[in-house]
T-cell receptor, first 111, second 112 residues
Framework: DAGITQSPRHKVTETGTPVTLRCHQTENHRYMYWYRQDPGHGLRLIHYSYGVKDTDKGEVSDGYSVSRSKTEDFLLTLESATSSQTSVYFC??????????FGPGTRLLVL | QKEVEQDPGPLSVPEGAIVSLNCTYSNSAFQYFMWYRQYSRKGPELLMYTYSSGNKEDGRFTAQVDKSSKYISLFIRDSQPSDSATYLCAIPSTSNDYKLSFGAGTTVTVRA
């Protein structure tokens, strides 16, 4: 798992509530990523970070924000959860030469 | 046009068969390509990393790149039930070397 943990691993929440997912890495990698994975869409990049306090948007960033106050932690926040954000969320880090390593995922259900 | 397109599958094959997985990509400037394997309810794991053109072999797995056709393939020889998983191809994004574009994935089931 390349030293990546995600919490929580499962979450059920209600529409309109804020949700924060946490990614923690132990390898001191500079780049970190948040993806969502949905049937038929594969992995889609939400946001990524290239250093502490340095973040940028991916292809599906609407409704999501991120923060990175420490190298090892990358947080994904759903400002006001909607049913369309029901998904499996993966965190990844860049190990070098383009290779990314993924965490175990968080399954989020928004009712 | 998506940067990478992957044959959707799913594929179901008998144990011992050769599995062939394919992706096409749009930008001929790419220099490296990857295949990830994802077991059910797990995160993707890097399976193969290939530079430029040609073949790379690792045990029962062979990754092949045809840059003239913008085509990448993964072959699994002597497939085993433990190879049952979703396989995703990945290429560097045209907009940023530190981002990857993933194929949608092909789910493979190897029947014992």
């Amino acid at each position: 798992d390349a030293g990546i943990t995600q919490s929580p691993r499962h979450k059920v929440t209600e529409t309109g509530t804020p949700v924060t997912l946490r990614c923690h890495q132990t390898e001191n990698h500079r780049y970190m990523y948040w993806y969502r994975q949905d049937p038929g869409h594969g992995l889609r990049l939400i946001h990524y970070s290239y250093g502490v306090k340095d973040t940028d948007k991916g292809e599906v960033s609407d409704g999501y924000s991120v923060s990175r106050s420490k190298t090892e932690d990358f947080l994904l926040t759903l400002e006001s959860a909607t049913s369309s954000q029901t998904s499996v969320y993966f965190c990844a880090t860049l190990a070098g030469e383009g290779t990314q390593y993924f965490g175990p995922g968080t399954r989020l259900l928004v009712l | 046009q998506k940067e990478v397109e992957q044959d959707p599958g799913p594929l179901s094959v008998p144990e011992g068969a050769i599995v062939s997985l394919n992706c096409t990509y749009s930008n001929s400037a790419f220099q490296y390509f990857m295949w990830y394997r994802q077991y059910s309810r797990k995160g993707p794991e890097l399976l193969m990393y290939t530079y430029s053109s040609g073949n790379k072999e690792d045990g029962r797995f062979t990754a092949q790149v045809d840059k003239s056709s913008k085509y990448i393939s993964l072959f699994i020889r002597d497939s085993q039930p433990s190879d049952s998983a979703t396989y995703l191809c990945a290429i560097p994004s045209t907009s940023n070397d530190y981002k990857l574009s993933f194929g949608a994935g092909t789910t493979v089931t190897v029947r014992a």
